[in-house]
């Protein structure tokens, strides 16, 4: 039986993402970044999990620029997903990562050593990969939303209900 839940109604904003795809947050990181911009995309996304998340949704993460990550750079990445992984954890569809090159997944690599998944995880080579999985993810995710396998099997799960009693 298909659940007509709707999907999240919000979505972050910044330069960053393309917010056109009504299941699907498309974040590309460009190659002429800085710890400004980075710092600023955190805060907005962070802004948008703790406060306007209300509904399931999906991510496509595009590195296919290469984007510049220091040291510092992926700690902080992992520390702003972390601080919002309850939320994830609830919500997420899943996650397609774009990792063209080494040195990205190296960041990718760094990032969830920082702070593991809690939601599908999916790294590919281009944006055209990621659609069918997500395709897929989003289908069984929104057929057994809110308290299906896909759902409840994850790690950390709890019902928010039982947390609020």
């Not at 620029?65 to 220091?70: I, K, Q, V």
């Not at 569809?93 to 080494?102: R, W």
Request: glycine share 6%; net charge negative.
């Amino acid at each position: 039986m298909e659940n007509n839940a709707p999907f999240c109604s919000t979505r972050p904003d910044h330069p960053w993402f393309d917010n056109s795809h009504r299941a699907v947050i498309h974040m590309r990181l460009p190659a002429d970044d800085t710890p400004d911009a980075h710092q600023s995309c955190r805060e907005a996304i962070t802004d948008w999990m703790l406060h306007h998340v209300d509904g399931p949704y999906a991510f496509i993460v595009d590195l296919s620029a290469n984007p510049r990550f220091s040291a510092r750079e992926r700690k902080l990445w992992g520390g702003a997903e972390a601080s919002y992984a309850h939320i994830e954890l609830r919500y997420s569809l899943g996650q397609a990562n774009v990792v063209p090159g080494a040195m990205t997944r190296g960041f990718m690599t760094a990032m969830y050593w920082f702070a593991p998944a809690v939601y599908p995880l999916y790294v590919c080579k281009d944006v055209d990969s990621a659609w069918p999985w997500l395709d897929r993810q989003i289908s069984r995710g929104m057929r057994e939303y809110p308290y299906g396998d896909f759902w409840t099997k994850r790690k950390g799960w709890v019902d928010v209900n039982e947390r609020a009693a």
